[in-house]
């Protein structure tokens, strides 16, 4: 999870599965082995998900910091989140988002994932003001909701498949099952109600 969490910044998801496939063929899955590849190595292999080169030096300097904690990954689940979210926001490349996809994801930790799709559905919903803040978003998901990462991730999901399916850049209003109370949505384009 660690290693999607980085190779989905500004690619689809369908490119992040080649790539993490061709990654787990070359036996680079496993902490340090990344490392121990190279970049050039790395970034061959993960080319589909774009910005490889980019993306290369990411993963490398992830692993590096896995490696660091030692060869388990069980601190990733028993150490207190906040912290981790520091160590993980100190490490080249990774910011908030990615941060808290690894703590939700990869550590079972309840905290709450707000990506592009979040801030865009909010803004049309008239539940936030522009401009998106994550730390605003995400505290308002985490204070209407219990802290169950199970939910968080259901959560996230249901708004990624919104955010894909219904509510990009040129949404598609009329697949949209939250129209009713949509207010990007000109009351003459569909009934409402």
Known sequence: MCVGAILTQATAWR?????????KDNNLLSP?????????VVAELI??????RQKAKRLIALDRY????GSSMDWL??????????????V???????????LLYAGGHPVFVVDSYTGRILLRLGLIDPPPDYHRIQQMFMDE??????????YHALIVALGKGACNPKPKCGLCPLGDICRALPESTFPRG
């Open 15 to 23: 490119n992040v599965e080649i790539a993490i496939a061709r990654l």
């Open 47 to 52: 080319r589909p998900s774009g910005y490889y």
């Open 32 to 40: 340090g082995s990344l490392v121990a590849a190279g970049e050039e």
């Open 145 to 154: 909701l219990p802290k169950d990462p199970a939910l968080y991730q259901e």
């Open 77 to 90: 689940k028993e150490e207190d989140p906040q912290r981790l979210r520091q160590e993980l926001l100190a």
């Open 66 to 69: 896995i490696l660091s904690r």
């Open 92 to 102: 080249h490349g990774i910011g908030p988002e990615t941060a808290d996809s690894i």
